[in-house]
């Protein structure tokens, strides 16, 4: 098989992005309630069973994180997104519990 077509990286990757100042686009795939409980600051929250109906939001060219509790529902949604033409997708593949950042409610 050829190699996937996004990028895997850590939280504490994106955790120091954020703290830089850096604007990013951070998609949380958790259920509602699971992001109720807990979300990176700023993350838009899209279930994974919803995320085809709102690919249309972003732009193809953007860079998009995407983050759920463990990296499993996050590395569907990279598959998803990079199958629909997304070219700079990244997975949080150790999501929210490799999280140390701040955590909004």
């Given at each position: 098989?050829?190699?996937?077509?996004?990028?895997?990286?850590?939280?504490?990757?994106?955790?120091?992005?954020?703290?830089?100042?850096?604007?990013?686009?951070?998609?949380?795939?958790?259920?509602?309630?699971?992001?109720?409980?807990?979300?990176?600051?700023?993350?838009?929250?899209?279930?994974?069973?919803?995320?085809?109906?709102?690919?249309?939001?972003?732009?193809?060219?953007?860079?998009?994180?995407?983050?759920?509790?463990?990296?499993?529902?996050?590395?569907?949604?990279?598959?998803?997104?990079?199958?629909?033409?997304?070219?700079?997708?990244?997975?949080?593949q150790d999501g929210?519990?490799?999280?140390e950042g701040p955590?909004?409610?």
């Amino acid at each position: 098989m050829g190699s996937k077509r996004y990028q895997d990286v850590v939280a504490r990757q994106v955790a120091e992005r954020l703290r830089s100042g850096e604007n990013l686009i951070i998609i949380d795939v958790r259920e509602p309630h699971e992001f109720a409980a807990g979300h990176i600051p700023g993350a838009i929250n899209i279930p994974l069973g919803e995320l085809r109906a709102h690919l249309d939001r972003f732009s193809p060219e953007a860079e998009i994180f995407l983050v759920c509790r463990s990296g499993v529902r996050s590395a569907e949604a990279a598959r998803i997104m990079a199958g629909s033409g997304f070219r700079r997708i990244r997975n949080i593949q150790d999501g929210m519990l490799g999280w140390e950042g701040p955590i909004a409610k």
